[in-house]
């Protein structure tokens, strides 16, 4: 089910519809983690369009009921206020980026609310819960004044080492924190790839499979930081996802959003517009 309603934004009608997406199979659960999806159309002006994603950890109406989009009518006229005075044609158009989207995206429309009444997903989004158990068995180097841990201790000599030390570990905040680390080092290890001009290795072939199999598989425990390599503020037929060297995304940023799009399970939602 899509709910859809005209709401009034300054003296302008917008269309608005709500649907659903979960992370994982759900038919036997009231409760996951997905992310919602607003569509803005304005009447008034047809090239107006906004596309705003709420990630968060979505519950039934009732049992094997619809979801509920927990977005009152203000917060929907939040979120569009917001990102009107973001949006210029002038700026749309003149871009040095030459790709024009369909719908100006919202990669993340929950800090667009004064006081977002959607739960934050069960699966974590920051990196750093098992910093402590990754120091001591790997040996990163990290220090108490890192203020992007991750990052900061990224290797791309060590891209392999890390998936492998994923494969062996249970512990899904293990398994979340290495992640994180395996894919900062992995889009330098594809970038000095490009910038070293070296011929594809056979290294290279395992990487990209062990991340599109291992991410497909484990994407409801990965899916907010999935959600950040895959630049969800760009449509999914930009240009800029199929090549070698990007300009605007990540050298990961393409993979990781075929792998997004193609993981997300549409689900029946229900918006009350309270």
């Known amino acids: 089910m899509i709910n859809s309603?005209?709401?009034?934004?300054?003296?302008?009608?917008?269309?608005?519809t709500f649907s659903g997406k979960a992370w994982q199979a759900c038919e036997k659960i009231d409760s996951v983690d997905g992310t919602i999806e607003m569509e803005a159309c304005s009447i008034q002006r047809p090239n107006l369009k906004f596309l705003g994603l709420i990630h968060g950890h979505l519950s039934r109406v009732s049992p094997n009921g619809l979801f509920a989009v927990k977005v009152s009518l203000s917060q929907v006229i939040e979120i569009i206020e917001d990102a009107m005075y973001e949006?210029?044609?002038?700026?749309?158009?003149?871009s040095s980026d030459i790709y024009h989207p369909k719908f100006y995206r919202i990669k993340d429309a929950r800090w667009r609310m004064k006081d977002c009444s959607v739960a934050e997903t069960h699966a974590s989004e920051y990196a750093g819960g098992a910093r402590d158990i990754l120091e001591t068995e790997l040996k990163l180097g990290s220090s108490q004044g890192m203020q992007d841990w991750p990052l900061e201790v990224s290797n791309r000599s060590r891209v392999e080492e890390f998936c492998n030390f994923y494969d062996r570990k249970i512990d899904s905040s293990v398994k979340f924190d290495i992640m994180q680390l395996a894919l900062f080092s992995y889009d330098d290890y594809l970038r000095y790839s490009?910038?070293?001009?070296?011929?594809p290795t056979q290294l290279d072939n395992t990487l990209s499979k062990w991340f599109d199999c291992t991410l497909r598989c484990d994407?409801?425990?990965?899916?907010?930081?999935i959600a950040y390599w895959a630049t969800l503020d760009r449509?999914?037929?930009?240009?800029e996802f199929s090549l070698t060297d990007p300009q605007f995304v990540f050298a990961i940023s393409g993979k990781l959003r075929r792998i997004w799009n193609d993981s997300q399970i549409p689900i029946d939602v229900y918006w009350d517009a309270l």
């Open 5 to 16: 309603r005209l709401v009034r934004v300054n003296e302008e009608d917008f269309a608005v």
């Open 87 to 94: 949006w210029s044609e002038e700026e749309v158009l003149e």
């Open 194 to 199: 490009i910038f070293s001009d070296r011929k």
């Open 219 to 225: 994407f409801a425990l990965h899916g907010n930081t």
């Open 235 to 239: 449509e999914s037929n930009d240009p």
